[in-house]
């Protein structure tokens, strides 16, 4: 019993980063109450305070980094790309893990069903749901599947973790800078992107391309 369990456990975590983010969802949207509480009108009000030209500018461009509309070409270039030096099943970690958290974040969308800042925001307000930060969540894993995807030849150097972490953190301020999302949205996002692709990773046959 013990040996089977252990067999299906990779297969089970995949399931990890989406319970954790219900569960999140459920936290801070109790029942039918989905009002933002303390922490996130102090997040929003932090994030407030840095707005002006340059700065709103800037986000407004840097938040199209989380964008599946950005991020998917690019992980479809890279696999294309890595295919050229490496025909194995281990390219297609890095647009499995974004493919999976793209679904993640908007199937959550539709089961938390969080409304939206009622603020007035520096773009569109988007018509989906609040929760989670589907950019943030988007960047995060991209991010990450690049740095531990299987298809690398070695360990990824420190400037090239160090450009990930900036540029997620940057996705995940743009959201709360521009007011679209609560803290809640990005924090959550951002912990069920790395749990996604840590999780994903541990799957067998990345094991068996590497």
């Given amino acids: 019993m013990a040996t089977r369990m252990m067999r299906w456990l990779p297969a089970m975590l995949v399931f990890a980063a989406s319970i954790g983010l219900l569960l999140g969802g459920g936290s801070v949207c109790a029942g039918t109450d989905s009002r933002p509480r303390a922490f996130d ?5 932090l994030a407030a305070g840095g707005h002006g030209p340059l700065a709103d500018a800037f986000f407004r461009s840097i938040t199209w ?9 690019l992980a479809f270039a890279h696999t294309l790309f890595t295919w050229r030096h490496r025909r194995s099943a281990a390219v297609l970690f890095l647009p499995a893990a974004l493919v999976g958290a793209s679904l993640m974040a908007y199937a959550t969308k539709i089961a938390i069903a969080r409304d939206r800042p009622d603020v007035a925001a520096l773009i569109d307000m988007p018509t989906d749901a609040s929760f ?10 991209f991010a990450l599947a690049w740095l531990i995807s299987p298809s690398r030849s070695g360990r990824p150097h420190v400037a090239e973790i160090a450009l990930a972490i900036l540029l997620v953190a940057l996705v995940a301020w743009s959201r709360l800078h521009l007011q679209v999302h609560f803290p ?25 391309t590497t």
């Fill in 184 to 208: 809640t949205d990005v924090l959550f996002a951002l912990a069920a992107g790395i749990v996604w692709v840590l999780c994903l990773r541990r799957l067998p046959i990345w094991s068996k």
């Fill in 41 to 45: 009108f102090a997040g929003m009000a």
């Fill in 65 to 73: 980094a989380g964008s599946i509309f950005v991020l998917a070409p």
């Fill in 132 to 141: 989670p930060s589907a950019h943030t969540l988007q960047a995060s894993a």
